[in-house]
């Protein structure tokens, strides 16, 4: 079965009143993450595999294609494809832990 | 506004979120079995928590209007334990027989373990044995790609499982095409952090479907937030989708799933 089409009602918006409705959430997202980023400068110790999967998505939000968040998400997965044996823990940490 | 909560933990939360719910327009609660936070010891912990979804947590919603569904199984969390999920399969079958079991859910994988996915094929040729729906649940995070394709990879393996009649929930922008495009149903799951935001969600609706898919809060006793749903409506209005529109992914789309069995009937109906 192929897939649906999206709704077909979807409103269409100017990028200004895209940008009316979601600027300051977003501007206070980016300001959280680079205050991060500082907070992790000021602290002692190497990246984790988190830290370098979070490093390694910054340059995506620059690029042209408007696939992003899925592009991103596909960053942070685990790329391999048969079931493991065991797992030593029942959480996952967000990004992948052998990412490069 | 009204809406239905397809997928809850609603014995982890408190009657002030079932009366929020139910201020907030919601007509029914559906409440797959999941992870306590701890594994059980014994299939006795199962038996007892399967009587709270069937009898207790019925009688609690209905004292705020609202019509209480469930869906049964050990969750992947617990099934690394194949002794035990198989004591706690063997129970469910007269479970089913209650008047609001839906079907068995949520089933799926957590770490993607080969015990994992043993038990989650016992639990699909158990509804499939049984007639009932099945409601997935992928893996969070990084897990969730590699988890959904190991999931519909056994679902078509099956070779007697309906894909209409099985939803695959937690699906994120990297996996909700993949569950549609195999017939599924596809459940966006609203949470704080860990899956998608009320906005993500509509981006979703927007630009992958809005045919074949619910929202669901998924609150539980972690952070999570009851109101997602109607938060997620209040995110459509704002962007100028029509009010038919947002019934019908709020409420008209889950009846549809979920009216495929004879017991998801609500009292307005």
Redesign the interface.
């Given at each position: 079965?192929?897939?649906?089409?999206?709704?077909s009602?979807?409103?269409s918006?100017s990028r200004d009143e895209v940008t009316d409705?979601?600027f300051m959430e977003t501007r206070a997202k980016l300001l959280d993450l680079a205050a991060f980023l500082d907070r992790l400068e000021r602290a002692v110790g190497a990246d984790d595999h988190r830290v370098r999967g979070l490093r390694a998505a910054l340059p995506i939000l620059l690029e042209k294609d408007p696939?992003r968040?899925?592009k991103i998400?596909?960053l942070?997965?685990?790329?391999?494809?048969a079931?493991?044996?065991?797992?030593d823990?029942?959480?996952?940490?967000?990004?992948?832990?052998k990412i490069k | 506004m009204r809406y239905i909560e397809p997928h809850g933990h609603m014995v982890s939360r408190t009657t002030d979120d079932y009366q929020a719910m139910a201020l907030a327009g919601c007509k029914a609660i559906c409440e797959p079995a999941f992870w306590a936070g701890f594994d059980r010891k014994s299939a006795d912990g199962f038996h007892d928590y399967f009587c709270q979804l069937t009898q207790h947590e019925p009688r609690r919603a209905l004292k705020y209007g609202l019509p209480h569904f469930a869906w049964l199984c050990i969750n992947p969390?617990e099934s690394?334990d194949m002794g035990l999920a198989k004591e706690v399969m063997a129970l469910i079958p007269e479970f089913l027989k209650a008047p609001n079991v839906l079907g068995i859910g949520e089933i799926g994988l957590?770490?993607?373990?080969?015990?994992?996915?043993k038990i989650f094929e016992a639990h699909v040729d158990l509804a499939v044995q049984h007639n009932q729906m099945i409601l997935v649940h992928t893996?969070?995070?990084?897990?969730?790609?590699?988890g959904t394709?190991?999931i519909i990879d056994a679902l078509k393996a099956h070779g007697k499982v309906q894909?209409g009649r099985v939803i695959i929930d937690h699906v994120?922008?990297?996996t909700m095409?993949e569950a549609?495009?195999?017939?599924y149903w596809a459940g966006i799951t609203l949470y704080p952090e860990?899956k998608a935001s009320p906005?993500?969600a509509v981006?979703m609706?927007?630009?992958?479907?809005?045919?074949?898919v619910w929202l669901n809060s998924a609150c539980d006793w972690g952070h999570s937030d009851p109101l997602s749903v109607p938060k997620a409506a209040i995110e459509m209005r704002?962007?100028?989708?029509?009010s038919?529109?947002i019934d019908r992914l709020v409420y008209g789309n889950p009846l549809e799933f979920l009216s495929q069995s004879p017991k998801f009937i609500l009292p307005e109906a």
């Open positions: 079965m192929s897939k649906p089409p999206s709704s009602n979807t409103p918006r409705a979601h696939a968040v899925a998400l596909n942070w997965s685990d790329p391999t494809t079931p493991i044996e065991k797992s823990t029942k959480a996952a940490s967000g990004v992948w832990p | 969390k690394e957590n770490k993607n373990t080969r015990n994992e996915l893996p969070h995070l990084e897990d969730k790609r590699k394709r190991l894909p994120e922008e990297h095409a549609l495009d195999q017939g860990s906005q993500r981006d609706i927007e630009t992958i479907s809005a045919q074949r704002r962007r100028g989708h029509s038919a529109a």
